[in-house]
């Protein structure tokens, strides 16, 4: 006869099953909304659901069960101690618990973390064996190389661990964290850094990795982290100050930007008044002061340049100039942005187109993406106000080139390449490739960049408008002022919105729309 083998996957209930078990096995009559619940929190695992059933008898009330199912629930506490983790081998015991750190598994991770000083294939075997024992080990890949365990396996462990080994539970995070940060996770790198409950030690990981995030324009999850940082940890350490500057900047988040500038430029106000040989804290000394100077005027450069006041811009700019002598390229594509804005804003545009080509090149050569992008998205801004459409979608182009990331997928700034795109597009009556890049730019940006989010609302509002989608392009229009009135990049967002919402309604023939959005310019 043949024979099968049936593995997790095929043992698992689904949610119909889930309540039929209940229904008719249990006899418990449960609303949907529980055993849906159950089944997410369970994956379906009988002995989960049977250990859960037999708890409600006790305890009919559905809402305090789900409250305090977890995986340290004392009844799966105790069936899991019996019945899995104290059956296995000390090694395996071992293995569970300190691995049990981890989201996700790997042959290689687990080497790192569990035993650094294992054979090479240790990890990979240890999960190998766990997988073909049914350990509540699930595979996340076709090739079986990365896993995960149970989320109430996994709880378990972690309530076992925290009883038993508390002191190793640092270290396993710094393992971890050191890891992740080789594989190039900076995200699961930070999170593990932060939860080995070592300030300074996160504070080193994220110092090291500011120039690569804000050359990717991964400032957001850099700002993330840096705000769980406690305060002290951060005043002591300039270039966290500034990064976390820098992220405000980017997000237009203006305030917050002025409020961490001035709270920086008193922590080394303090400083300076100290002997230099007394000096305490992480702030620098000498030369590296003077770099901190210099990263001050670039910040206070761009803040003035967002608010509109171009000759203030030129005299930080010139002040970083001096600061920063270095000919480092990260540095310079930096500069050279400024200046490229200056003369834009200015309104000398041969200037300007010259400048941004310019730096578009020193941004090449600096792996600076960041700079790259914005540089060719107001260059084709820049050319698409001179009529040069075609010009400036082959520059867009190249900027949505070069915001990929290594792993094939968009990086958050392409979403602004994207928008850009899109109005380009529609301007030359393509609507439905115009759609498409704005809708995909909201969706990058509309967590980071509420800027350019708030131009593609608008844009996408236009369009379709354009195509007759009168409800569709209120809503939108709704939406871009809950936008521009939580931005604080612009006085005038909230009024420009307004008047596109009033242009929009008269096209339309709605006057009593287009009353209330002229009482709200008003």
């Not at 695992?45 to 305090?68: F, H």
């Not at 190389?145 to 080994?165: I, K, N, S």
């Not at 600076?368 to 107001?378: D, P």
Request: net charge negative; hydrophobic share 45%; charged share 25%.
């Amino acid at each position: 006869g043949w024979v099968g083998e049936l593995g997790a996957e095929e043992l698992r209930f689904t949610g119909e099953e889930v309540s039929q078990f209940f229904s008719q096995t249990m006899g418990l009559h449960l609303p949907r909304e529980t055993v849906l619940v159950l089944e997410e929190r369970t994956e379906g695992w009988i002995a989960a659901l049977k250990l859960a059933a037999i708890s409600l008898r006790n305890q009919p009330d559905p809402g305090s069960l789900l409250a305090g199912f977890h995986g340290d629930a004392h009844y799966l506490v105790d069936f899991l101690s019996e019945e899995v983790l104290y059956r296995q081998p000390e090694q395996v015991r071992r293995f569970l618990l300190r691995s049990s750190i981890l989201d996700v598994l790997s042959g290689p991770l687990c080497n790192a973390v569990v035993d650094p000083d294992a054979q090479p294939e240790y990890g990979t075997a240890m999960l190998d064996r766990l997988e073909r024992a049914n350990l509540f080990l699930t595979p996340l890949d076709p090739q079986h190389e990365w896993f995960r365990y149970h989320p109430l396996f996994a709880d378990f462990l972690r309530h076992v661990q925290e009883e038993t080994m508390v002191e190793e539970v640092p270290v396993l995070h710094k393992r971890a964290a050191a890891w992740f940060e080789g594989y190039g996770d900076l995200d699961e790198a930070f999170k593990h850094a932060l939860a080995s409950e070592d300030p300074e030690y996160a504070a080193d990981l994220i110092e090291r990795n500011i120039e690569l995030l804000i050359k990717t324009g991964d400032l957001p999850v850099l700002t993330r982290w840096i705000g769980k940082l406690p305060g002290e940890v951060v005043r002591e350490r300039p270039y966290l100050s500034l990064a976390r500057i820098w992220g405000s900047i980017a997000a237009f988040q203006i305030d917050n930007a002025g409020y961490w500038l001035a709270d920086l430029e008193r922590s080394i106000e303090s400083v300076e008044k100290q002997p230099v040989g007394e000096r305490i804290g992480g702030l620098p000394d000498g030369d590296r002061l003077w770099n901190v100077y210099g990263w001050l005027a670039i910040c206070r450069s761009t803040l003035a340049l967002m608010s509109g006041d171009v000759q203030q811009a030129a005299e930080y700019s010139r002040e970083a100039v001096r600061y920063l002598t270095d000919k480092n390229p990260f540095v310079q594509s930096l500069l050279s942005l400024e200046d490229s804005l200056y003369f834009i804003l200015s309104g000398d545009t041969s200037r300007a187109i010259e400048k941004l080509r310019e730096t578009a090149q020193i941004a090449r050569l600096a792996n600076n993406l960041l700079v790259l992008v914005v540089a060719n998205c107001q260059l084709a801004e820049t050319l698409a106000l001179q009529g040069r459409l075609s010009q400036a979608l082959v520059t867009l182009q190249k900027a949505h080139l070069a915001a990929i990331g290594p792993d094939g997928d968009p990086l958050p700034m392409a979403g602004i390449v994207d928008i850009e795109i899109g109005e380009i597009l529609y301007e030359r009556d393509r609507l439905a490739e115009a759609k498409e890049h704005l809708e995909r730019g909201i969706r990058l940006t509309k967590p980071w960049w509420s800027l350019s989010s708030l131009d593609g609302t608008i844009a996408l509002a236009r369009l379709l408008q354009s195509q007759g989608d009168f409800e569709g392009s209120q809503a939108l229009v709704d939406e871009a002022s809950q936008l521009a009135l939580g931005t604080e990049s612009s006085q005038w967002d909230d009024a420009i919105t307004s008047a596109v919402a009033v242009r929009l309604a008269l096209l339309r023939n709605d006057l009593a729309q287009a009353t209330k959005g002229w009482r709200k310019v008003g």
